[in-house]
């Protein structure tokens, strides 16, 4: 299971940390994800970190404003956005998989899933 915190709205400019903790599986074994999708848009892989945190992927749109990070201790991944645009909104969701590929950016190929977390940047 994978559990979302922190979406929220906040203004242009602004920044939000997003965690997603998960239980009943062997976190450190999955490579873990953050997609996004908004409203008729299909969705998207925002930012992917591998196993051991070593390494990690971003979509161009967020590289300079968005971290992914993970403390295989706490079971939770953390992805701290900065300089939110409009843009930026979306459904937020953690995602997880077991084979290690830290970039798919196909959703099919990611197993475990979050519900979600709306966060809404205004102009």
């Known amino acids: 299971q994978l559990v979302e915190s922190g979406g929220g709205w906040v203004q242009a400019g602004g920044s939000l940390r997003l965690s997603c903790a998960a239980s009943g599986l062997t976190f450190s074994v999955n490579a873990m994800g953050w997609f996004r999708q908004a409203p008729g848009k299909e969705r998207e892989l925002v930012a992917g970190?591998?196993?051991?945190?070593?390494?990690?992927y971003y979509t161009d749109s967020v590289k300079g404003r968005f971290t992914i990070s993970r403390d295989n201790a706490k079971n939770t991944v953390y992805l701290q956005m900065n300089s939110l645009k409009p843009e930026d909104t979306a459904v937020y969701y953690c995602?997880?998989?077991?084979?290690?590929?830290?970039?798919?950016?196909?959703?099919?190929?990611?197993?475990?899933w979050g519900q979600g977390t709306q966060v809404t940047v205004s102009s």
């Open positions: 970190i591998s196993r051991s945190g070593d390494s990690t």
């Open positions: 995602t997880a998989d077991g084979s290690g590929n830290y970039a798919t950016p196909s959703p099919g190929k990611w197993y475990y």
